[in-house]
């Protein structure tokens, strides 16, 4: 049986049923009304081989803040949950992903303390129904319902598609080589004895 995880969340901005297997095979069901988003989660699910079902409700009669947002909080706690107490996981992983004209890197550890560093500049307001300041909003939440420590850096690029797209692969690939399993560790990957 795979690592796994449902998280149930609801508040009056959203609600949102999130489904997780980090030991899958790329399989995505998703629906949180924003289309380029729905977008991106696909590709995370598809590059990182996860299955993922996800279905949010949100205020976007508001804006899609919170829809976004509340994804990754979601997100963030299921990655959580499914890695339980992290025995015998890699801890950290990284990925210099390419996209035509845009590469970005990324590097994971799976600590437990969270912090997020974000070196990326997008030059325009939206894309799609999805405004592209929210992004760092998204992967600001994950980090710190996951507990990981997550670098995401533009190392060039000018299409904003394309950067945002390769971000998501970038974390999708890094958090695959991160939550692999390595024989030689019996416990957990510190000289501390814990990850938390």
């Known amino acids: ?36 988003f729905d977008h991106m989660l696909n590709s995370f699910a598809r590059h990182g081989f996860f299955d993922l079902k996800l279905n ?6 508001v804006d899609a803040h919170h829809t976004v947002e509340d994804t990754g909080i979601v997100l963030g706690q299921a990655i959580k949950a499914a890695l339980g107490d992290k025995k015998g996981i890699k801890r950290y992983g990284d990925s210099v992903l390419p996209m035509d004209e845009t590469l970005v890197l990324c590097a994971i550890d799976l600590s437990g303390r ?12 939206r894309v799609g129904y999805m ?3 929210l992004v760092k909003e998204f992967f600001y939440a994950i980090s710190y319902a996951a507990g990981m ?9 000018s299409n904003n598609h394309h950067i945002i797209e390769a971000l998501f692969k970038a974390f999708a690939r890094a958090l ?13 990957l510190s000289t501390k004895g814990t990850v938390d």
């Open 131 to 133: 405004d592209t300041e």
């Open 1 to 36: 049986m795979g690592r796994t995880a449902e998280i149930q969340r609801k508040t009056n901005e959203t609600s949102i049923v999130l489904q997780l297997n980090l030991d899958g095979t790329g399989i995505s069901d998703i629906n949180t009304g924003i289309g380029f």
């Open 114 to 125: 969270p912090y997020l560093v974000y070196d990326v500049s997008l030059t325009v307001e």
């Open 56 to 61: 949010v409700v949100g205020d976007l009669h």
């Open 176 to 188: 695959d080589e991160a939550i692999g399993q390595d024989t030689r560790i019996s416990d957990v």
């Open 149 to 157: 420590n997550l670098h995401l850096k533009l190392l060039h690029g």
